[in-house]
C-alpha cells in the first residue's frame, strides 16, 4: 500500500572524485548492480507516494539508470549552489502542491542499508513529537564523522563536526550517518535559512538540524543495530568493503534457502542469481548476473557463470561461461570456455580444454576434449574427436557448420565451413573436410605417406636426433 504521508529523496548528485575512475562513482558495480540501485530499490519498497532523485555529475549516465531501476522517480536537476542542502531544497521544491507529510532524504552512495531498518526509523520518528529524526551508528573508528552529542538525559542535542568537536566530543561513538526523516513544514521552513557563508560556500543538509534546535523544535537520533548498515562508498577501498559485506549476506541466505556451498570466503553470487535448493558451490566459484541454477547441479571448484542457465544434476567445473544454457544432466568442463549462444543439450558433454561459441550441441552429444566449436550445430548422439577445430572463419564473414546426430568425427578433423555432415557419418582421424558428407559416409583425406631414408643425416648432422639414429643402425647391423 502507498503511504501517501511518505516523500523519498535519493541524493546522487556528488561526483565522487575519490574513486578515482571514469565511471561515476554510484555506477560502479556492487553485487552485480550498480551502488544506486541498490538504494533506489529500497526506496521502491518503502511504498512512499513520491520520491526524487537529485543528479548532476554525469547527469545522463545516472538518469539512464534511474530510468529503468525506478522509473516513477521524479528527476531533479541540481543547480550551480552546491550542498546537499540545496539539493533538498530543489527536490522538495518538485513535489506536487499540497504534500505536508515526511521527507526522509538518503544517500546514493549508502547501499547496504535496507527497507526494514528505515521502515523502524520512519515508526520511531512518527511515534515522537520530533520534527527531525536523524539516523546514528556506534562503528568502531568515528573519526571522520558528526558526532551525536546528548544531554544528561540521553535526548538528542546536536550534531557536532570532528573539526570543531572537543576533546571529550571527538571520544563520542555515536556518529551521524547521513540520514534523515523531516516534517515537510518543518524542513522547508529551515531549508529557506541556509546560506552558503560558511569555509566551502555550500548549503549543508546538517545544519537544519541546528536551525530546528534554536528555533525550539524536537530532534531525534535513532540508532541502527549493525554500523555497517549505513557505511557510505567513496573510494575503492570502501567498496571493496561493502562488496564483502553483501556477498557475506547473499551467502549466508542462500545457504538458509537450501544450498550448500563448501566455502562462503570464496563464493561470490550477484543479487539477481538463482539457485535452487540442492544445488552445490564448490570454492572459487563466481555466480554473475541473472544466472539460474537448477536443483541438484554441481558448479565448481574454479568457476565462473555469467548470465548462465544450468539444468537440473548439471555438472559445472573449472569453466568460464556467459551467456550459455546447460541442459539437465550434463557435464563441462574441467578447463572449458563458453562464449555466449552455446547451448549443450540433456546428458550433453563439453569437456577439457573446449571453447565453444554460437554452437548448440544436441542432448547426448560430446565434445571431449581440445576442440573449437564455433558457430555450428551438433545433433544428438554425436561425437566430435579430439582436437577437432571448426573453422567458421574465411577472414571476412563467419559460417555456419551442421553436424548431424549419431554423427561420429576422428581426433585432429577439421570442419571448414560453410559445410554440413549427415546422420550417422564418419570422419577419418585427421581429416580437413571441405565438402559435404552424406548420411552414413565416411569421409577421409587420402594421401599416401612417404618415408624419405636418411634425410635426418643429410639435413641435420651432428645432432642428437643423427646419433641417434647412428646408434640406431649400428645396432639392427649387429643383431643386438
Known amino acids: 500500500m502507498t503511504d501517501a504521508h511518505l516523500a523519498i529523496i535519493v541524493l546522487a548528485a556528488g561526483q565522487g572524485t575519490r574513486m578515482k575512475s571514469s565511471l561515476p562513482k554510484l555506477l560502479h558495480p556492487l553485487a552485480g548492480l550498480p551502488i544506486v540501485s541498490h538504494v533506489l530499490a529500497t526506496a521502491r519498497s518503502l511504498n512512499a507516494a513520491h520520491i526524487v532523485t537529485v543528479v548532476r555529475h554525469e547527469r545522463d549516465r545516472l538518469v539512464a539508470v534511474v530510468a529503468e531501476e525506478l522509473p516513477e522517480s521524479l528527476i531533479v536537476d541540481q543547480d550551480e549552489v552546491p550542498g546537499t542542502g540545496r539539493a533538498v531544497e530543489q527536490a522538495i521544491a518538485a513535489l506536487p502542491a499540497g504534500f505536508d507529510g515526511d521527507v526522509l532524504v538518503i544517500n546514493g552512495d549508502v547501499p547496504l542499508l535496507d527497507a526494514a531498518t528505515l521502515a523502524t526509523f520512519i515508526n520511531a520518528h512518527r511515534s515522537s513529537a520530533a520534527a527531525g529524526t536523524v539516523l546514528s551508528a556506534f562503528p568502531d573508528d568515528s573519526t571522520g564523522y558528526g558526532r551525536i552529542v546528548r544531554s544528561a538525559q540521553g535526548s538528542f542535542d546536536r550534531i557536532v563536526e570532528q573539526k570543531d568537536a ?7 561513538d555515536e556518529i551521524n550517518a547521513g540520514v534523515y526523516l523531516f516534517g515537510f513544514a518543518a524542513l522547508r521552513e529551515q531549508l529557506a535559512q541556509l546560506t552558503t557563508e560558511n569555509v566551502q560556500g555550500e548549503k549543508y543538509l546538517t545544519d537544519v538540524i541546528g536551525l530546528l534546535r534554536q528555533a525550539g523544535a524536537e530532534v531525534a537520533a535513532v540508532p541502527v543495530e549493525e554500523a555497517w548498515l549505513v557505511a557510505g562508498i567513496n573510494d575503492r577501498a570502501q567498496l571493496s568493503d561493502a562488496a564483502l559485506a553483501l556477498n557475506q549476506l547473499i551467502v549466508r541466505g542462500w545457504q538458509l534457502a537450501g544450498v550448500t556451498i563448501q566455502d562462503p570466503a570464496t563464493t561470490w553470487i550477484d543479487l539477481k542469481a538463482k539457485l535452487a535448493p540442492d544445488v552445490t558451490i564448490l570454492p572459487g566459484t563466481q ?7 537448477e536443483t541438484g547441479a554441481i558448479v565448481g571448484p574454479d568457476t565462473t557463470l555469467t548470465d548462465c542457465e544450468i539444468g537440473e544434476g548439471a555438472v559445472v567445473k573449472r569453466t568460464d561461461a556467459t551467456l550459455a544454457v546447460i541442459a539437465a544432466g550434463a557435464s563441462v568442463g574441467p578447463f572449458s570456455y563458453l562464449r555466449p549462444g552455446t547451448l549443450l ?37 554425436s561425437n566430435i574427436g579430439a582436437g577437432t577445430i571448426f573453422a567458421n572463419y574465411d577472414g571476412v564473414a563467419k559460417h555456419h557448420s551442421n553436424i548431424g546426430s549419431h554423427v561420429r568425427t576422428g581426433s585432429h578433423n577439421v570442419f571448414v565451413a560453410p559445410i554440413t555432415i549427415g546422420d550417422g557419418a564418419y570422419t577419418g582421424a585427421g581429416s580437413v573436410v571441405r565438402k559435404n558428407v552424406p548420411a552414413g559416409a565416411l569421409a577421409i583425406n587420402v594421401a599416401p605417406q612417404r618415408n624419405m631414408d636418411g634425410w635426418v643425416h643429410t639435413n641435420r648432422p651432428g645432432t642428437a636426433a643423427d646419433a641417434a639414429q647412428a646408434a640406431s643402425q649400428r645396432s639392427t647391423e649387429s643383431g643386438e
Open 287 to 293: 555466480i554473475l548476473g541473472s544466472t539460474v541454477v
Open 345 to 381: 543439450g540433456a546428458d550433453g558433454k563439453i569437456g577439457a580444454f573446449v571453447e565453444t561459441k554460437n554452437a548448440t550441441i544436441g542432448a547426448g552429444s560430446k565434445v571431449p576434449h581440445l576442440s573449437y566449436v564455433g558457430d555450428a550445430v551438433v545433433g544428438e548422439g
Open 166 to 172: 572537543s576533546a571529550n566530543e571527538r571520544a563520542i
